[in-house]
T-cell receptor, first 114, second 113 residues
């Protein structure tokens, strides 16, 4: 089975710009979650998509948005980039079974905002 | 609100020595509990999980964890550490039927020869 793949692996943007990060889910998974991991911290939940709809969101402003496509791949969009948006962005796919959400992570996209 | 505390920011152990990484959680009922490992430049890999039943769970790479409800803890253990175990370890909690998994700040493990 294929794992979770993310692109790009690294990118550099300037403050105020917009960025799109992409994620392909593991085969058979129908749910995608996005996490932000700042340097030296644990991953922070941004949002989750199930059946192409957002079904949960963490404490992130509306300039963080996402999409899930019919093939369960996903995008994370961040508008009006700020310096504090510099982080590793992790995508995780899952198949919720009996209420249990077990995440399979990609290697992440490292975003640097200058 | 759910939360996870990993009291140790970093731990150094000698190769071959035993390891215990601490994790305490806050949740109103019995949550789903996880341990993940992250090597430099990599995503997170699931080591083990606890949903219910036997409170001692076995995972990959020789790791195990014990759920103690009375202490709200889910500590990770390994009897003999290998140099390749050097990484960052994250404890996480999820609510049954919920969509969000909450992670601790992580414990970085250093292994000395």
């Amino acid at each position: 089975e294929t794992g979770v793949t993310q692109s790009p692996t690294h990118l550099i943007k300037t403050r105020g710009q917009q960025v799109t990060l992409r994620c392909s889910s593991q085969s058979g998974h129908n749910t995608v979650s996005w996490y932000q991991q700042a340097l030296g911290q644990g991953p922070q939940f941004i949002f989750q998509y199930y059946r192409e709809e957002e079904n949960g969101r963490g404490n992130f402003p509306p300039r963080f948005s996402g999409l899930q496509f019919p093939n369960y791949s996903s995008e994370l969009n961040v508008n009006a980039l700020e310096l504090d948006d510099s982080a590793l962005y992790l995508c995780a796919s899952s198949l919720v079974v009996d209420g249990a959400n077990v995440l399979t992570f990609g290697a992440g996209s490292r975003l640097t905002v200058l | 609100a759910q939360s996870v505390t990993q009291p140790d920011i970093h731990i150094t152990v000698s190769e071959g020595a035993s390891l215990e990484l601490r994790c305490n959680y806050s949740y109103g009922a019995t949550p789903y509990l996880f341990w993940y490992v992250q090597s430099p430049g990599q995503g997170l890999q699931l080591l083990l999980k606890y949903f219910s039943g036997d409170t001692l769970v076995q995972g990959i790479k020789g790791f195990e964890a014990e759920f103690k409800r009375s202490q709200s803890s889910f500590n990770l253990r390994k009897p003999s550490v290998h140099w390749s175990d050097a990484a960052e370890y994250f404890c996480a909690v999820g609510a049954p039927g919920g969509f969000k998994t909450i992670f601790g700040a992580g414990t970085r493990l250093f292994v000395k020869a």
